[in-house]
């Protein structure tokens, strides 16, 4: 088999149109029918339903926890309620790959859990790697995913959209199971 993988130069959102091109193609290709894409502020979420929606693949956006507000990285109520107007399907909730209790101990005591581990090594892909990773999974976590299909994540480096994968998904707890069987597009410098 021979696969068109799209390496960038630099990392970031002014890659999203063409990230969002190949992992169509792809989809298209392949028979793909669901899309996970994480989209703090709904941008991302908005152009990939205007690229998938029309080839009745669904979309699914992956918000970042409330516990990130005083970041600025929260979805806000109306971009959700917008976003679930034009038919994307918005999930917010705990980070998969970190962020909850064990890392509450790992700050105050030291030490790793494992899925700060697992979040560490896919960072050493890309930031979308590791986000493309963990969108997936609390997708599934939340019922969102036909398990028994292949599946399109797709994350970025800080804004926009710069990595897609192809996956056989796997809930957090079922880890293991999890195949990354393509990557479509990253960053060639994490």
Known sequence: MELRTLLFEQSGEHNTDATLTIALERAQA???RQIVVASSHGGTARKAQAA?????IRVIAVS?????????WTMDGRTKAELTQLGVVVHTGIHALG????SAFSAKFGGRSPAEIVRETLYRFSQGMKVAVECLLMAADAGLLDMSQEVIAIAGTGSGADTAIVCKPAYPRTFLELEIREILAKPRVP
Do not use: N, T
């Open 30 to 32: 392949l028979g793909i």
């Open 64 to 72: 970042i926890c409330h516990s990130w507000e005083e970041k600025g």
């Open 52 to 56: 998938f929606g029309p080839h009745g």
């Open 99 to 102: 962020d909850g209790v064990g």
